[in-house]
């Protein structure tokens, strides 16, 4: 949006962007989008083909996507959008050991989903929505795992296949209103998802000479598991803006989360929401709050609800049903024209749905812990330059019995970076940022056993650089940058496989 003017008009516009660099990494997107007095419409493509930073971290992703809007009255206005993505990745986890990886993994996802949409606007401070989804999602995972320890003198080879197929169907209501003092958000949903998983297991026992014709292999029998859900929603965020220097966010929400699958994931329950926003000086503000979240499955993540309560994140891309309660303390503080700076600590307590022993079932509930801290500072010393230092820490406990592959985890980060801008359109960018990494790993392969875990720690040095080019005129912007500028190896642990920070 840096290279759009603040108002459109009706005319057909294109916007395109490319990327390559190293290991096969290439990606490209293109947007065409027009204006005609009361329609608008865009159409997309993008895709991202990477050969990965080591063996089977290939990715590639490709996305279509088409949306239209219509303003039937200046009160009323209707949406439609189709999007198409299909993923292809091998294994990105980063499991603290360079060496603890799967060599045979391939996921494909392959995700279609249909949207429309309603906005209609009774009086300015009296606001309608409506959105309407249906989804259907195939994922196909395979692997092939050797394990010589298992069978001393022999190679034992497990090739499961996991085959996902489900169909959602989401519709959701909102009501916003505005006034001096008060402002309320409040809504309802319905969603429900039809689907199944499948998992199918090869087993193969190969023995060496003169052994060799006893090899053999066989099928397990096939695991079921039954993805369908009903789940309702109901909200009601409430915003007092009462004195004038502090607004405070009272609401609650109900899940009504019922599967066929596993008693232990059914959930109904009320969720408080607790949030205040105050400012006792013209340049500071405080943050708190309190909530309660049922995370909703991951199909039907998109939703209407408000995201935030007093600025923290509600929600995380945690497993299925899961329970949790954050409690969050911040405060952000401008201590001249150019100079800011901020610290926040949080904490959630989760109670998450696990299945024991080789069950694709959930049939009890574990208790996780998160705990995160961020201190920032933000420096503009000159018209040309910025300086930015940050320190964030992350703590997780998790259990023995259920993990995804570290039962503890202590991280420390601390990113330090200079940027220059200078009116030619020119721009520097130098960012090192200092990592120290401690936890209780568990090698794949191995039981959830204690004398199975291993302890790791490792502190390293990353640094990234890059140099843009403005074009004039809005025409675009061209950088050339590197990643990890000195090639630095290291063992890292990555809590969100799904969205890695470093890789």
Request: net charge negative.
């Given at each position: 949006n840096t290279?759009?003017p603040?108002?459109?008009?009706?005319?057909a516009?294109?916007?395109a962007?490319?990327?390559a660099?190293?290991?096969?990494?290439?990606?490209?997107?293109g947007?065409v989008?027009?204006?005609y007095?009361?329609?608008?419409?865009s159409a997309?493509?993008?895709r991202?083909?990477?050969?990965?930073?080591r063996?089977?971290?290939n990715?590639d992703?490709k996305?279509?996507?088409i949306f239209?809007q219509?303003e039937?009255?200046y009160k009323?206005?209707l949406q439609?959008?189709?999007r198409?993505r299909?993923?292809?990745k091998?294994?990105l986890?980063?499991?603290f050991?360079p060496?603890?990886f799967f060599?045979?993994?391939?996921e494909?996802?392959?995700?279609n989903?249909?949207?429309f949409?309603?906005?209609?606007?009774?009086?300015?401070?009296?606001?309608?929505?409506g959105?309407?989804?249906?989804?259907?999602?195939k994922?196909?995972v395979?692997?092939?795992?050797?394990?010589?320890e298992?069978?001393?003198?022999?190679?034992?080879i497990?090739?499961?296949?996991?085959?996902?197929?489900?169909d959602?169907?989401?519709?959701?209501?909102q009501?916003l209103?505005?006034s001096?003092?008060?402002n309320?958000?409040s809504g309802?949903?319905?969603?429900?998802?039809?689907g199944e998983?499948?998992?199918?297991?090869?087993?193969?026992v190969?023995?060496?000479?003169p052994?060799?014709?006893?090899?053999?292999?066989?099928?397990?029998?096939?695991?079921?598991?039954n993805?369908?859900?009903?789940?309702t929603n109901?909200?009601?965020?409430?915003y007092i803006?009462?004195?004038k220097?502090?607004?405070?966010?009272?609401?609650?929400?109900?899940?009504?989360f019922?599967?066929?699958f596993?008693?232990?994931?059914d959930?109904?329950q009320?969720?408080?929401?607790?949030g205040?926003?105050?400012?006792?000086?013209?340049?500071?503000?405080?943050r708190?709050?309190t909530f309660?979240?049922?995370?909703r499955?991951l199909?039907?993540?998109?939703?209407?609800?408000?995201t935030?309560?007093a600025?923290f994140?509600?929600?995380?891309?945690?497993?299925?049903s899961?329970e949790s309660?954050f409690?969050?303390?911040?405060?952000d503080?401008?201590?001249?024209?150019?100079?800011?700076g901020g610290?926040?600590a949080?904490?959630?307590d989760?109670?998450?749905?696990?299945?024991?022993?080789?069950?694709?079932?959930?049939n009890?509930r574990?208790?996780?812990?998160e705990h995160?801290?961020?201190?920032?500072?933000?420096?503009?010393?000159?018209r040309?330059?910025?300086?930015?230092?940050?320190?964030?820490?992350e703590?997780?406990?998790?259990?023995?019995?259920f993990?995804?592959?570290?039962?503890k985890?202590?991280?420390?980060?601390?990113?330090l970076?200079l940027n220059?801008?200078?009116?030619?359109?020119?721009?520097?960018?130098?960012?090192?940022t200092?990592?120290?990494q401690?936890?209780?790993?568990?090698?794949?392969?191995?039981?959830r056993?204690?004398?199975?875990y291993v302890?790791?720690?490792?502190?390293?040095?990353?640094f990234?650089?890059?140099l843009?080019?403005?074009?004039?005129?809005?025409?675009?912007?061209?950088?050339?940058?590197?990643?990890n500028?000195?090639d630095?190896?290291?063992?890292?642990?990555?809590t969100d496989?799904?969205?890695p920070?470093?890789?």
């Amino acid at each position: 949006n840096t290279y759009n003017p603040l108002f459109n008009r009706n005319q057909a516009v294109m916007q395109a962007g490319g990327l390559a660099g190293s290991n096969s990494t290439w990606g490209a997107e293109g947007v065409v989008s027009g204006i005609y007095d009361k329609l608008s419409l865009s159409a997309g493509y993008t895709r991202f083909d990477t050969d990965g930073w080591r063996e089977n971290a290939n990715q590639d992703d490709k996305i279509a996507n088409i949306f239209g809007q219509y303003e039937l009255t200046y009160k009323t206005s209707l949406q439609a959008e189709y999007r198409y993505r299909d993923t292809q990745k091998g294994d990105l986890a980063l499991r603290f050991d360079p060496d603890s990886f799967f060599s045979n993994l391939e996921e494909e996802a392959k995700k279609n989903s249909i949207r429309f949409g309603l906005r209609h606007s009774f009086t300015p401070g009296s606001i309608f929505l409506g959105s309407f989804i249906y989804q259907d999602n195939k994922t196909d995972v395979k692997n092939r795992v050797e394990d010589q320890e298992a069978l001393p003198g022999a190679l034992l080879i497990i090739e499961p296949e996991t085959d996902i197929d489900e169909d959602a169907y989401s519709g959701e209501v909102q009501h916003l209103f505005r006034s001096e003092y008060i402002n309320l958000t409040s809504g309802a949903g319905y969603f429900n998802i039809n689907g199944e998983e499948q998992i199918n297991r090869k087993v193969s026992v190969f023995f060496p000479p003169p052994l060799t014709d006893l090899s053999r292999s066989a099928f397990l029998p096939p695991q079921k598991k039954n993805l369908d859900v009903n789940h309702t929603n109901l909200y009601l965020y409430s915003y007092i803006n009462f004195p004038k220097n502090v607004v405070f966010t009272l609401g609650a929400s109900a899940d009504f989360f019922n599967n066929d699958f596993s008693e232990v994931e059914d959930r109904n329950q009320v969720n408080p929401k607790l949030g205040i926003t105050w400012n006792p000086f013209e340049a500071t503000t405080l943050r708190a709050a309190t909530f309660r979240v049922l995370k909703r499955t991951l199909i039907t993540d998109q939703t209407l609800e408000p995201t935030q309560v007093a600025g923290f994140n509600q929600f995380y891309d945690d497993v299925t049903s899961t329970e949790s309660w954050f409690y969050g303390l911040a405060l952000d503080q401008k201590f001249t024209q150019n100079i800011f700076g901020g610290i926040s600590a949080s904490k959630r307590d989760l109670k998450v749905p696990a299945p024991v022993g080789d069950s694709v079932f959930a049939n009890k509930r574990v208790d996780w812990e998160e705990h995160f801290g961020r201190a920032y500072f933000y420096w503009t010393p000159f018209r040309w330059i910025t300086l930015n230092a940050e320190y964030l820490y992350e703590k997780y406990d998790y259990t023995e019995e259920f993990n995804l592959g570290a039962r503890k985890v202590t991280t420390h980060r601390v990113p330090l970076g200079l940027n220059f801008f200078h009116p030619s359109g020119l721009t520097a960018m130098l960012k090192g940022t200092y990592f120290d990494q401690d936890g209780i790993f568990l090698p794949l392969l191995k039981d959830r056993l204690p004398e199975n875990y291993v302890s790791g720690n490792d502190h390293f040095w990353l640094f990234d650089a890059a140099l843009s080019y403005r074009l004039p005129k809005r025409y675009g912007l061209v950088t050339v940058g590197v990643r990890n500028l000195f090639d630095k190896e290291f063992n890292y642990y990555e809590t969100d496989p799904v969205n890695p920070s470093y890789q």
